[in-house]
Every structure is written in C-alpha cells, then in structure tokens.
C-alpha cells in the first residue's frame, strides 16, 4: 500500500484511525507511549514517559498504566522519601505518594525538564534553557540562578553524597552542596552529557561517545572505551553500568570499561538499581539484569528484556452486556461500554487468538489455553487444555476448537475429544446448519458434527483468515485482498475487493459487512460488491452490539464508531527527511555543531525508536523490527550550546 509521504499524519492519543463516506472510528490506544526514565521506593517500581504515560509494578514484570493528568511528556522520575516527584516537558512536576494518585505542581518555568535528584532534604530539576529549580517538599518550587555562564540544556541531575552535579550540553558540568548556589566546572571536551551517576567515591557522567568519572565533582577524566554515545548509568554498590548505542559498559573502578554490543531489544533511555539487580526502560521496553554480579551484567546477552504493552488485540466478543478483548502476551481486557476498559488477569503469558460468548460464558483459546468467564472479568483454565488452538464456535450445543491439524470437539466447554483433521485452520463459524472452517493455503473445511470433515473447493491458495455469516451468505476473507463468498458453505466464489492487503477477519452488523486487515477495510451490503478504504492502523477484530462497531488491533488499539479526524502537513527542515531502501531508514548526517534527539513512532503514537546523535556519528540508520508501515518521524536539533532549533517533522512509509 503506497501512502503519500507529503502529508505528515500527526496521529496524538485521541487521534482518528482513518475516516470514510459512512463510517469513522476513533482509536483509543490502550498502553501508554514509549517509556523515558524509572524509579523505585523500596516497594514500588514507577516508570514515566511520552504523552503523559506513567506505569507501576511491584516486581517490575506486570505494569499497570496510571493516570498522570497531563499529556505532556515526562522525561525523568525519583522517588523523594515519601513521595515519587517526575519532571517533564514545559515544565511540568508531578508528586504522588504511592504512584497511582498523581498531583500537578506548580514548578514556575515553561522550559523542559529533564532530569531531577533528591537530596535527602532537597529536591533538584534541571532542563532546558539552563534552569534549576529546587524544593524541599515537592510542592513549593524557586528558581535558581547559576554562577557562570549556563548551559542552554541541562540532560540530568544526581545527588552525589555530598553535591548535586547536573549536565548537559557541550559538555557542562554544575555543582553545587546546597541546591542555592551553582558552579560551573571546567571540561576539557565538548561533548553532550546525558546522564550521571555515582558511588561513595566516584561520579560518572555518560554522554557523546564519552564516560567522564571524578573524584570531587571538579577535575574530571574522560574515558572513551568505544566512542558509542551512553544516555544512561547507575551504581550497583559495587560497579556502574552505563546503557546506550545497543551497547552494555560496566566498570567497578571507573577505569577500565568492559562495553559490550547487543543486537537484542534492551530498554536504554534510564537505569536504576533496586537493591538486588539493574531496571532499565526505554521506548516499549522494560530490561532487568540477571542479578548482582558484575561478570552477569555486563553481558547483554543475559538480560531479559521484554514489552510492557500489548502487542496485539486478536479478537472481541459481546455478551450483550460487557465487551471482552484477548491478544498478546495473554492479554484478556473487557468493557461495560466498549470506551472504558480493565484489564484481567488471564494466568498466561501466550498468545490467546480468540474470544467468543456461549450464552452463559466467554471462552477464549490461544497457546495451550482453554479459558472460561462467566461474566469476562474472573477467569479459569480449563484442566488439560488441548494444544495451540486458533479459533473456537458454538453451535448451542456443541463447541469446536480448531487449530493446526486435530481439532477439538466439547459438549461442555471443560472435558474436550481430538478429532483428526488435515490442514492448519485459523477460524471457524457455526453456519445454523455446520460448522465452517478456513484456513492456511485457501482450506475451505465443513462438518455437521465436528468430527467428520469434508474438504471444499476454494479457488484460491491465499491463505484464508477469518470468516462470518450475514444474512444469508457465509463471507471469507484472506491475505492478498482475498474475498470468497458462499450461500451454502460448498460452492464459493471469488469477489473483488479492490486491494492486495491482508484482510484479518469480517463482520456483519445486519445490514452491512466490514471486513478489517493491515491498513485496510471494506464495506459491503451484501458480500459481493465492496467498497475499500485504506487507513492508517491494522485493526483485526471487530463486533457488531446493534449500534455501532468496536474492533480491535495492533498494539492495543481499540476503535470505536463515530468520531472525527485530522491531518497536519509535514513541518520543520525537511532536507533531514530520511530516506528508506526496504526496511532500512536512513537520516542524513547532521549539519557541523549540531545535536538532534530523533523519535521514530507509529500511527499510534507509540515510540518504536528513540536515540541521540551528533554529526561525527554520519548518517544514522535504523531497521524497523515491526516491518511494513507507515511511520512518523520527529526530531529535534540543539547547537553546541544547546540552543533549540527549529524542529522538524514527518512521515515515512517502509513498504
């Protein structure tokens, strides 16, 4: 699908999906952006990041997004004692006593900040435009002003035993004991810093394609193990480590630095650590290191890391009185009104493909599940489930599950019989009259009875996704833009959808087909003529609840029907608009004394890749992990002194 790239989409939280003559949905995104800094109260992990996002989790595994009030972005948080204080865009400062309750402060300064300490008394922010603001409650905040000449941007802040030490751009370094009074101190280098860190006796700062260490906060020692630019660093109590440019450096002196590259996903925008291990974030991703020693972490290769979001909503069912969604990693959420949603505990962390209401309960399969709710909040397993099961139907009497090969027949939903079959099957329908089943290479299947099969002819190897009878005709749709209807579930035809996108699933409202895929959907009255609109997100499931549709997608996303849209033209400086030979992006090479913070996003809003980088770096290149899409891009460029410059925005399509 080709999308003109001279329109920017700026697609923000409340944006719309896409729009159309007769229908509109509104994606309500239900993970928050890409994560920015972490902190840890001795009971409490708090995460924050763009749009406002904030997260909590007691052992740093399950997240729990929290309302924060504001949708500006949150660049840093700490926890002050007794409260957790995060900072962020304009200045914005946000107190809260157990990480769910978050209140607004007045910080006095409209400049970004990005980074805050605590004292043991006092508390530190620091951020653009060189401010420092200080409180000893987090509630009541003054302006300081620094002695010499300030930085135009400060990155971070620590208390190091005896001192606050800030930095920030062009290498600037300010020290001061009370929070009041600021000093600047003399660097022999130019290079940005982005973080700092210490130990009883040590102060590391990380930055350009550098790591600083002193003694006294004063005179201060490069080291360069690689030349890779570190964002963030921490101390264990016995050693450093310093995250950044896919690389790992861990040092117990402070000279020498053992960096190590990685290839594997690893959360690097900030590193804490909480008495027995490193947490890191950074975009999706939550990092935890394999534990205290300092052979275990500096090999990235131990690390776990793993997405704290969802990273698809496979299906949705209504009881007529409660939604329910399931998807990945075991992800099960329901609603009353299809706008406010909660998330359940599902007991698994594999994929579940599919939800439907039996009348009396939901059922929902996946990966070696059988799950069943009464009322799609509290679920059970059921004992001895079968393997991998893609798709479920109930007759009313009977249920079949189908999957790869065997298939599974129950009369109650809790004791389930293999039944031998042929093809790998991704969904199926009970028709009023049988049981309908499509699935890999154009497998068209039917039974009266779940157990005996008989194959039906299809006229397409385009493997087949999802399918749903409408009146009085039975609809499949497939991958290439594949549409088959039938009136008896034997004799299909092929029709023309006007698309070589891949269709998930179909629907029927009672009047109207709508058949979703990746970027795509279409309308019919009647199942034969279609008419396909493109759009800007991959939606897979969708239910009809007599008024209106709710589907579900990629990524969490939820639509709803009606809402309205917005399209913004592209911004900024585009001569750094990047260019894409496949799945590779590639930003041209920065102007001389110039830095940029560069955020890669998807339609969602949703920050699949953020980094620093300069001009002695080249041109910088990014792979997409997630494959075809459309992407938005944002970057923001400061001179040597860390000026803003004009920001510059836009779009990019990898096909």
Request: hydrophobic share 40%; proline share 4%; with cysteine.
């Amino acid at each position: 699908m080709k999308i003109c790239t001279s329109l920017f989409l700026w697609l923000l939280m409340s944006c719309d999906v896409f729009a159309q003559p007769s229908l509109t949905w509104r994606v309500t995104p239900t993970t928050p952006a890409g994560l920015q800094a972490i902190a840890w109260s001795g009971s409490l992990y708090v995460a924050v990041g763009f749009s406002g996002a904030i997260l909590t989790s007691s052992d740093a595994v399950a997240w729990t997004a929290k309302t924060s009030g504001v949708s500006s972005n949150l660049n840093e948080v700490t926890w002050a004692g007794s409260q957790f204080v995060a900072v962020g865009d304009g200045g914005t400062v946000l107190t809260s006593p157990n990480g769910t309750a978050w209140t607004i402060r007045p910080s006095g300064t409209s400049s970004d900040l990005n980074g805050v300490s605590w004292s043991g008394s006092q508390l530190a922010a620091v951020g653009s435009e060189g401010v420092v603001i200080t409180s000893t409650n987090g509630i009541t905040w003054t302006t300081r002003s620094l002695t010499g000449q300030a930085p135009l941007y400060f990155y971070s802040v620590t208390w190091a035993n005896t001192q606050f030490v800030a930095v920030g751009s062009g290498a600037a370094i300010f020290t001061s004991t009370n929070g009041t009074t600021w000093s600047k101190q003399a660097i022999l280098t130019s290079k940005n810093l982005y973080a700092v860190a210490s130990s009883p006796t040590l102060i590391v700062a990380v930055g350009e394609g550098a790591i600083l260490i002193s003694s006294d906060g004063k005179t201060w020692d490069e080291w360069s193990p690689d030349g890779s630019s570190y964002v963030s660093v921490a101390w264990s109590g016995t050693h450093f480590v310093a995250l950044g440019g896919n690389r790992v450096a861990t040092s117990a002196t402070g000279k020498p630095w053992l960096s190590v590259s990685f290839s594997s996903p690893l959360g690097q925008a900030d590193v804490i650590w909480d008495g027995s291990r490193f947490v890191s974030v950074g975009g999706e991703y939550v990092s935890l290191s394999p534990g205290a020693t300092l052979d275990n972490n500096q090999y990235p290769d131990r690390w776990k890391s793993f997405s704290y979001t969802i990273n698809r909503l496979s299906s949705i069912a209504w009881s007529g009185s409660r939604y329910v969604t399931v998807g990945s990693p075991g992800v099960i959420m329901s609603s009353a009104d299809g706008n406010t949603w909660s998330t359940h505990s599902s007991g698994t962390v594999g994929d579940l493909n599919a939800v439907i209401w039996a009348g009396q309960k939901f059922l929902a399969v996946g990966a070696e599940s059988i799950l069943a709710s009464p009322n799609g909040q509290t679920w059970t397993s059921v004992p001895s489930s079968p393997e991998k099961l893609n798709s479920i139907a109930w007759s009313g009497s009977l249920y079949v599950a189908v999957g790869p090969g065997t298939r599974f027949t129950s009369t109650d939903a809790t004791t389930w019989t293999a039944r031998s079959g042929s093809g790998i099957l991704v969904s199926v329908i009970w028709s009023g009259s049988q049981f309908v089943a499509v699935g890999e290479g154009g497998t068209i299947q039917t039974s009266l009875d779940g157990i005996t099969w008989t194959v039906r002819a299809s006229g397409t190897t385009q493997k087949l996704n999802g399918l749903m009878l409408g009146g009085n005709r039975i609809v499949a749709v497939g991958d290439q833009g594949t549409l088959l209807t039938s009136t008896d579930g034997f004799n299909w035809s092929l029709v023309t959808s006007g698309t070589t996108e891949r269709f998930k699933s179909v629907t029927w409202s009672g009047s109207q087909f709508l058949a979703l895929g990746e970027g795509v959907i279409s309308t019919s009255p009647d199942g034969i003529s279609w008419t396909t609109y493109t759009t800007n997100y991959s939606l897979y499931s969708a239910i009809w609840n007599a008024s209106r549709f709710v589907g579900v997608g990629l990524y969490g996303g939820i639509a709803t029907f009606p809402s309205v849209t917005g399209i913004v033209p592209s911004s900024g400086p585009q001569q750094m608009a990047p260019k894409v030979q496949g799945t590779t992006v590639e930003f041209p090479r920065l102007p001389e004394a110039q830095n940029a913070d560069l955020a890669i996003s998807d339609l969602t809003g949703k920050i699949r890749w953020r980094v620093r980088f300069g001009p002695e770096q080249g041109e910088w290149k990014w792979d997409s992990p997630k494959g075809s899409g459309l992407y938005v891009w944002k970057m923001n460029s400061y001179d040597r002194s860390g000026e803003k410059l004009q920001p510059a925005r836009g779009v990019f399509q990898i096909d």
